[in-house]
């Protein structure tokens, strides 16, 4: 289903304000504060409205992005839960870029959606109920004592009078919002802690959601780019005549990213790129292999890095062990590969500029088109469309900056076109990773020491010489263990890198939670009696721990051939187990069932989360199949021939089982992609006893 949009620049700030009034109602403002790996802390501002019209109509303007993990759904729940309207009456809008919506990092990422939204949003609800409730109060001239709010209306509850939320919104408009109204004890949720249907399936399911390979803008060319294949290469001069002469073809230009292949359809554009002929001058990484990058990671992590964490003693602590271990773990790039390719539509004019995408951070997407315009923000305009996934790859605007440019340089609207070919070749990959583990047990087969030296290319900033989300996962482990060092070295490959889905905890956790189950059997202790006793003190991760091994039935016997194999870990506040169960047939490790016990705190839709711990088990599983690997500095993987995930006949039986809890909401899009490898491998090890130590999982590597 197409979406045409008219390219006039529409000030949404400005709308509001004028709309609202014209239209009469009460409009809410309130505050979601941010923090993640990517910001550091900021000032929260106003990002996001809820509007109440006078036909009964609630409008949630939102600054979050919906790339099939539910915010659309769950902050509605938030806000009804307090507002105590008609589920069905709110209608969900995303937000432009502007300061009065939120922080200077207005988007999605980090698991946050629900996480940051959680206190505020039911805040602003509960506000507005209150001011519902006053102006119905001051209507029937009685004490706001006898109303209370229901079902979008006020009711008087000494003569059952009702006046609807609509006849109410003007009247309430004039008042003086209050601060501190007062929201709902748990005890009292009706909506938070339930499943109604998600808001958005009905136009995902009839082809009315708007997604950012959707968009159609009158006068619109069709866009494809071609790349240098080597990275940090340049366009050294190029020959179009072939590609013109393709029919459809319109224009073929330069850009600062290579040269791009205009048409009256993406299928001409991409005919005409095939007979463009560019000489590219290649640059220092024409040389770079996989080979060459793992051993400058291997060099590095053979000498003492920025310190990230040092506890004790650990050089004391590894000479008076008892039994000693040492393990080299390797992950390789990896690319997000969303199902929906990336695309971006534009239109730069004199005076303005619009850009229609799927996208996770829209602050960076406004800046990036900014910088590609050399327009101001006030005369740019971002429209978010639906996200066919992100996993991280769309909170980067590279795609953006791409179509900005074409449209500036060729003078037309365009839609930029990624193929599957664009999107494994020039990825920004999760970066790959050597890291070298030592370890010693006493004479009780209990851990005294934990020694670890990662060399992994940063890609969230350096801070004393450490990149927090590279060593995550492992720098901040809280396993009982008297003694551990974790030192980093930052290695540049020249490869682009960025935040893949549960960031540094994607590989680390694999590492960690393998080396911890090294440690068990170096100790002759049962992997999650280890895990107990070195968590003794963490009562969430013994929670879920506990329970996912009285799910799984840890320590029963299994059928011939089924081997089990555990992992746990706290990614973004949400804490999770998992139990894998395996059989190895002629080679090949089958994953039968997994167990997963998550406490995320305070679950607001229990269907999306149980959908998304799949998900996450599911991107976590590709993990161990999929290689992005290096040639005269070009990626060898084009398409998922050769670029391997889970496949349908590969997908495990998946329980999940949640804690109830009423702790603040953890993240939950990215928290079970980490723990599912290490699970698994540990399960390998129970069956084989050989340690898969390297990525991706082959049996005859162990």
């Known amino acids: 289903m197409s979406t045409t949009l008219n390219t006039a620049t529409v000030n949404r700030r400005g709308f509001l304000k004028t709309g609202a009034a014209a239209a009469g109602g009460l409009l809410i403002g309130f505050t979601l504060p941010e923090s993640s790996r990517l910001a550091a802390a900021t000032t929260p501002k106003l990002n996001a409205f809820v509007q109440i019209g006078t036909d009964d109509s609630i409008n949630l303007i939102i600054h979050k992005s919906e790339m099939g993990q539910g915010p659309v759904t769950a902050l509605s729940q938030l806000l009804a839960e307090e507002l105590e309207c008609d589920w069905k ?125 959707d968009v159609k803008v009158p006068g619109m060319q069709y866009a494809v780019l071609q790349r240098c294949p080597v990275f940090g290469g340049k366009v050294a001069s190029f020959d179009a005549a072939k590609a013109k002469a393709v029919p459809g073809v319109k224009q073929v230009v330069q850009i600062s990213n290579g040269v791009a292949v205009l048409a009256d359809n993406t299928w001409a554009a991409m005919e005409g790129r095939k007979v463009l002929q560019v000489k590219w001058d290649e640059g220092k990484l024409a040389n770079t292999s996989s080979a060459t990058i793992r051993q400058m990671f291997a060099d590095l992590a053979d000498k003492p890095g920025a310190v990230a964490r040092n506890v004790g003693n650990v050089e004391t602590a590894m000479s008076a062990g008892a039994k000693k271990i040492e393990a080299v773990y390797e992950a390789p790039y990896l690319s997000h590969a969303p199902m929906e390719p990336l695309t971006c539509a534009a239109h730069v004019r004199a005076d303005g500029c619009d850009v229609w995408s799927g996208m996770q951070i829209q602050s960076i997407a406004m800046q990036t088109a900014m910088e590609k315009s050399g327009l101001k923000q006030n005369q740019i305009s971002i429209h978010t469309q639906y996200l066919g996934g992100g996993f991280g790859r769309r909170g980067g605007a590279d795609f953006v900056g791409e179509a900005v440019e074409i449209s500036k340089v060729a003078g037309v609207p365009v839609k930029l076109t990624w193929t599957r070919d664009d999107d494994l070749q020039h990825d920004t990959y999760r970066p790959a990773s050597y890291t070298k583990f030592s370890g010693a047990v006493d004479a009780d087969g209990w851990p005294v020491a934990f020694n670890v030296r990662v060399a992994c290319p940063s890609f969230a900033g350096l801070q004393n010489g450490v990149d927090r989300a590279a060593v995550e996962g492992i720098a901040d482990i809280v396993y009982a263990i008297p003694n ?33 189950d090294e440690l068990a059997a170096a100790g002759k202790k049962d992997p999650v009696e280890f895990r107990r006793k070195l968590l003794a003190s963490v009562p969430r991760y013994l929670g879920v721990l506990n329970l996912a091994a009285e799910k799984a039935d840890w320590g029963k016997p299994l059928p011939a051939g089924r081997f089990r194999g555990v992992a746990v870990v706290n990614n973004l506040g949400s804490f999770n187990a998992q139990v894998a169960e395996i059989s190895i047939t002629q080679g090949k490790v089958k994953v039968h069932r997994v167990v997963c016990a998550v406490d995320c705190g305070q679950q607001v839709n229990p269907a999306i989360i149980v959908q998304q711990i799949r998900s996450g088990i599911v991107y976590g599983m590709s993990a161990l199949k999929g290689e992005i690997t290096i040639d005269k500095g070009r990626v060898q993987q084009q398409n998922f021939n050769n670029y391997e995930v889970l496949r349908i006949d590969e997908m495990p039986v998946v329980d999940v089982h949640l804690v109830e809890s009423h702790a603040n909401p953890g993240g939950i899009g990215e928290a079970s992609t980490p723990t599912i490898g290490p699970a698994i491998s540990n399960a390998v090890f129970a069956a084989t006893g050989k340690r898969i130590r390297k990525l991706p999982l082959r049996l005859d590597q162990a």
């Open 89 to 213: 009456k709110i209608k969900t809008e995303f937000a432009p870029v502007d300061p009065a919506y939120g922080t200077p990092l207005q988007g999605t990422f980090g698991s946050m959606s629900i996480r940051t939204s959680y206190a505020p949003l039911r805040q602003a609800g509960a506000q507005a109920r209150e001011m519902l409730i006053q102006a119905a109060a001051q209507k029937w001239g009685v004490d706001k004592s006898q109303c209370r709010a229901e079902n979008n209306n006020v009711i008087n509850t000494a003569t059952n009078a009702r006046l609807s939320y609509g006849s109410l919104a003007d009247a309430a408009s004039k008042l003086t919002p209050p601060t501190g109204a007062k929201m709902k004890d748990p005890a009292q949720f009706k909506l938070i802690g339930t499943s109604p249907k998600r808001l958005d399936t009905p136009s995902k399911v009839n082809g009315t959601a708007g997604f950012g390979i």
């Open 484 to 516: 551990i060092r974790v030192e980093y070295h930052a290695p540049d490959a020249g490869i682009p890198t960025s935040y893949w889905r549960s960031v540094g905890y994607s590989q680390n956790t694999f590492f960690t939670e393998s080396f911890i």
